[in-house]
């Protein structure tokens, strides 16, 4: 049987619980068990879709089609394993069903109430399609004391009593705050907040402190003490230089064993910390760098572009390079301010995004990025607007346009279902936005003698998808006479998936979202390629 570990977080929110869970999956993994993680979201979207990168960092897109809490991305980021729909859950996806069953009058004229039927759903999803798992990690989100986190600590409470306390581990993250003036440690927060868990019946097992320097024995003493928890598993957790450090900083305060020990099982395998240790010396030392102008919409939200970012510092750990990001914001970007804007970057790139707000300063730096010979990648919108910078200054269609920009034009760029009837032109209908997208993994066939083949080194490949609009695969032929060419595309030869340029050192667009997929254990061959590109350019 599966055992389960709740993870909980208290003080203060942003302490890292996603890290936390991520690393000690790694840990495990690389004991030799099997491990799942899950994220249990508090809020009231039934997902994170239409939720605006400014409220929720970026959405973070699995295989199967889900859009999910960012967390999701760093699961799947150190422990290899790829997520699935049912692997994140939120309050309202959780209302949504009971509330859909009780009007299909499934609760047979009960009064359906938070205790038991959400608390019930609550529990009917951790144990959801676990499968041969020895382990599933759930991290609730939210902080201890939030109203709105109580029906899940409640659940997991009860899941506890229901599976038998042997099978299942509480650990709670909480700061371990240092006082300048004072000089001092202090555990009071962290006992506030053991307190406030205990108040909803729940004892953790383990404390992560996270805190910004060693907290001394005695200190974690007194944690141990009036939190009523063995001091072998009060394990600190001090700010490291590097996310790709904290499988190893996590081993070396024993949280992995510490774990084990609470259930009594016998690690399998030695851990393998060797591939992370070589990540770290590559970001903390390698000299050598490279500037990527990134060009956005949320640039200045550090969280908005997590799995981008992330899968260009991979690029670079596979190149043996610091990659500097240089955000620049696209709303007030003038065609005029590009050549000053980008004059020290080696590679631009149009990361997805929605709307028309921003994009002719995106335009002008496409352009820019074709006529300098720049190194370019433009994903999914990124893409879109490669096209229709192409068709205005390359095909002289002047009015090309995206019908999501709601304007005049010709739609080079549309809904799918806007030409398929004999056609015309005809509106999608965007009254329902949640989850109407091309969202997961759809297959590419990529053209022989192409740069994207070259670089996958396969003919046919499966990339994740977020997005509502398409290129209009009618135009291929002008675009290829002229020198873009459609090198991956759907396999029904209907939906243009990757454009490339011909006269160009290395310019891609891509319909999907390389960045879900690439990982610092292994870098995607698209970002690995690009930084190269980059990495020779001047
Ligand atoms: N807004 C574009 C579309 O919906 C692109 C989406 C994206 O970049 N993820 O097709």
């Known amino acids: 049987m599966a055992r389960y570990i709740f993870v909980t977080g208290g003080v203060v929110s942003s302490l890292g619980k996603g890290l936390s869970s991520a690393s000690l999956a790694y840990l495990l993994q690389s004991r030799g068990f099997k491990v799942r993680i899950r994220k249990l979201d508090p809020y009231l979207n039934v997902d994170p879709g239409t939720m605006s990168p400014f409220q929720h960092g970026e959405v973070f897109v699995t295989d199967d089609g889900a859009e999910t809490d960012l967390d999701l991305g760093h699961y799947e980021r150190f422990s290899g394993i790829s997520a699935k729909k049912t692997d994140n859950i939120t309050t309202g996806k959780i209302y949504s069903d009971v509330l859909k069953k009780e009007r299909k009058g499934k609760y047979l004229g009960k009064t359906v109430q938070v205790i038991p039927h959400i608390t019930n759903r609550i529990k009917e999803f951790i144990k959801k399609d676990v499968n041969k798992e020895d382990f599933v990690i759930c991290e609730i989100g939210g902080t201890v004391g939030d109203i709105e986190s109580l029906p899940f600590i409640e659940a997991i409470r009860q899941f506890s009593n229901d599976v038998g306390k042997k099978n299942t581990l509480f650990i709670h993250l909480t700061l371990v705050p240092y006082m300048k003036a004072s000089d001092e440690i202090k555990t009071k927060p962290t006992q506030h907040s053991v307190k406030e868990l205990r108040s909803i019946g729940i004892q953790p097992d383990i404390i992560i402190c996270r805190s910004e320097r060693s907290i001394p024995l005695d200190q974690r003493k007194k944690i141990s003490l009036f939190c009523n928890v063995d001091i072998k598993n009060v394990i600190q957790t001090v700010d490291v230089k590097t996310i790709y450090e904290a499988p190893i900083s996590f081993n070396n305060e024993k949280l992995d064993t510490q774990v084990l020990n609470y259930f009594n099982i016998k690690s399998k395998k030695n851990v393998n910390l060797n591939p992370w240790k070589k990540i770290t010396k590559i970001i903390l030392h390698t000299k050598k760098s490279v500037n990527i102008g990134i060009i956005g919409k949320y640039v200045n939200l550090k969280d908005a572009y997590k799995s981008l970012d992330e899968a260009l ?10 990659v500097n990001l240089i955000r620049i ?84 760029v549309g809904l799918i279902n806007e030409w398929n009837k004999n056609g015309k032109l005809i509106k999608g209908t965007d009254k329902d936005l949640g989850g109407t997208m091309r969202l997961g993994l759809y297959e590419s066939k990529l053209k022989e003698d192409s740069l994207v083949r070259k670089i996958y080194n396969s003919k046919s490949i499966k990339e994740r998808h977020r997005h509502r609009y398409e290129v209009n695969i009618n135009y291929k032929e002008k675009f290829e006479k002229n020198g873009m060419i ?30 879900f997929k690439s990982r610092p254990l292994a870098p995607h061959p698209l970002f690995s390629s690009f930084i190269k590109a980059a990495k020779n350019h001047k």
Not at 332 to 341: A, F, G, Q, T, V
């Open 313 to 322: 510092t991979h690029g670079g750990i596979y190149n043996n390079l610091k």
């Open 329 to 412: 914001e696209s709303d007030n970007l003038r065609p005029s301010d590009i050549k000053n804007k980008l004059q020290d970057v080696s590679g631009i790139l149009i990361p997805g995004g929605f709307g028309k707000r921003g994009t002719e300063g995106k335009i002008a730096a496409i352009s820019y990025s074709r006529k300098h010979n720049i190194p370019f990648l433009g994903i999914c919108f990124g893409m879109q607007l490669a096209i229709i910078e192409f068709a205005r200054n390359k095909l002289n269609i002047k009015k090309a346009t995206s019908s999501e920009f709601k304007s005049k034009g010709i739609p080079i």
């Open 486 to 515: 459609f090198s991956g595309l759907s396999p029904d030869n209907k939906l243009p998936e990757v454009i490339e340029l011909k006269n160009h050192k290395w310019f891609i667009g891509v319909q999907f979202h390389p960045e």
